[in-house]
């Protein structure tokens, strides 16, 4: 987590190497944190605790934030400033790139989402009886600290895990279709173009995102894709 003392340690070092190169931190989950980071004179906010595909910090540790709260609570910090908001984690449908973005991030990671793409890291593996797929590794998962380490047994504070993802295809057009889902979501708002449509929304979030009841849920959610 980047609100702590060591973040203001590691960005004074970086300004004395590299002068006024843009400098993106993270990551925060608070007003509080976002805060402190423009304090450091940052040029970027990375935003998100435990929402991550492959993270396990939520449950491993019991901190962390749900990332509509957390990407609106750095924005309402930020807003004055035009430091911007990037959102961490959380997007699993196209649909929870629009809420990010509505709700304040300037742009959105995507790790998870790609990880099953052509393009991406590994190799696409063929099981009898299984659809294609991918393994994603989270950031902390044990897979991926085997890499940075020279001894398994030096590996601990496990917060992230390895998982299996359906293979997608290209990502040319998996962007393709993520395109063709914003621009729908910016003519359900009755506007013209994203920044118009994300303005609208942002100035009062509560006017378009509405709490669901586990039935509601059910009910939005019941064709997911798998």
Not at 19 to 43: H, P, R, T
Not at 88 to 116: C, N, Q, T, W
Not at 150 to 162: F, L, Q, T, Y
């Amino acid at each position: 987590h980047a609100y702590h003392e060591i973040t203001e340690k590691a960005v004074q070092s970086f300004r004395h190497k590299f002068g006024s190169y843009e400098f993106v931190c993270g990551n925060i989950s608070n007003y509080e944190g976002a805060k402190f980071l423009q304090g450091l004179g940052v040029d970027g906010v990375k935003v998100g605790s435990g929402s991550g595909h492959g993270c396990q910090t939520r449950p491993a540790t019991g901190t962390g934030a749900p990332q509509i709260h957390a990407v609106r609570s750095a924005w309402h910090a930020l807003r004055e400033s035009g430091i911007p908001v990037i959102s961490d984690g959380g997007v699993e449908m196209p649909g929870d790139i629009a809420k990010a973005l509505a709700v304040g991030a300037s742009s959105v990671m995507m790790g998870g989402f790609f990880a099953g793409t052509e393009e991406t890291p590994g190799r696409v593996i063929r099981q009898a009886g299984k659809p294609l797929y991918k393994v994603y590794r989270g950031m902390t998962s044990p897979e991926a600290k085997m890499e940075s380490l020279d001894d398994e047994a030096e590996i601990g504070n496990v917060e992230g895990e390895a998982k299996e993802v359906p293979y997608a295809g290209r990502v040319k057009a998996v962007l393709s279709q993520i395109k063709d889902n914003l621009q729908s979501m910016v003519s359900y708002v009755g506007k013209l173009t994203l920044q118009e449509a994300i303005a609208e929304i942002s100035a009062n979030p509560l006017g378009y995102l509405i709490p669901l009841t586990e039935a509601s849920q059910r009910e939005s959610f019941k064709n997911r894709p798998k």
